[in-house]
């Protein structure tokens, strides 16, 4: 009955070259958000979709991009890892913007 | 700003004992403030929520307080127990560039010893 569901859980790929991680919800809700973090520090948000509206947060590098073909999917692409991006990865769900958000298990990518 | 204050960051207590873990937040527009609980190596969960229409709400050996006219609101855990152990965030609802958002705190990290 998961209901965030994120795929891998783990992820190795090697400095600068491209990887993609999934989410996927059965929630139904209408937002979806992508959420990095580090060492039990804050989760750091990166953007989010409402619907087919994708809204990017001002700090969030180039290098990071996403897509959300249905309700139901998103995905992370990091066009060229580096070092400094080996993290946790978050996917959450919300029905509402600013409503209580539902997290995914996380993808832990590690950069060699 | 957008800017969401907690403390401590870190917070040790004796099991049976109470833990107290406080947020301050800066948009007096903001009206709705989750707690989430994240153990080690797994997803952040919500724990407790509460709305700017009510001061105050209770689940079990969990409490949130808020008041509104100081921005603050603080989470109270009861009894605890070595299960309690864990990373808290605070977050509360503020409005991003055209849009409402949550903001999360910096995180306290509570150690229940038994």
């Known amino acids: 009955d998961a209901m965030v569901i994120q795929n891998p859980r783990y992820q190795v790929t090697q400095f600068g070259k491209p990887v993609t991680l999934s989410c996927s919800q059965t929630?139904?809700?209408?937002?979806m958000y992508w959420y990095q973090q580090k060492s039990s520090q804050a989760p750091k948000l990166l953007f989010h979709?409402?619907?087919?509206?994708?809204?990017n947060e001002a700090d969030t590098p180039d290098n990071f991009q996403s897509r959300r073909p249905n309700t139901s999917f998103c995905f992370l692409d990091i066009r060229s890892p580096g070092l400094g991006d080996a993290a946790m990865y978050l996917c959450?769900?919300?029905?509402?913007?600013?409503?209580?958000?539902?997290f995914g298990p996380g993808t832990r990518l590690t950069v060699l | 700003g957008e800017n969401v204050e907690q403390h401590p960051s870190t917070l040790s207590v004796q099991e049976g004992d109470s833990a107290v873990i406080k947020c301050t937040y800066s948009?007096?527009?903001?009206?709705?403030f989750p707690w989430y609980k994240q153990e080690l190596g797994k997803r952040p969960q919500l724990i407790i929520d509460?709305?700017?229409?009510?001061g105050e709400k209770k689940d079990q050996r969990i409490a949130v307080t808020l008041n509104k006219t100081a921005k603050h609101f603080s989470l109270h855990i009861t009894e605890t127990q070595p299960e309690d152990s864990a990373v808290y965030f605070c977050?509360?609802?503020?409005?991003?560039?055209?849009?409402?958002?949550?903001?999360f705190g910096t995180g306290t990290r509570l150690l229940v010893s038994p």
């Open positions: 509460i709305r700017s229409n009510v």
């Open positions: 959450a769900t919300s029905r509402a913007r600013a409503d209580t958000q539902y």
């Open positions: 979709y409402y619907d087919k509206d994708f809204n």
């Open positions: 948009d007096s527009a903001s009206n709705y």
């Open positions: 929630l139904n809700h209408n937002v």
């Open positions: 977050a509360a609802s503020m409005k991003g560039t055209g849009f409402q958002k949550l903001v």
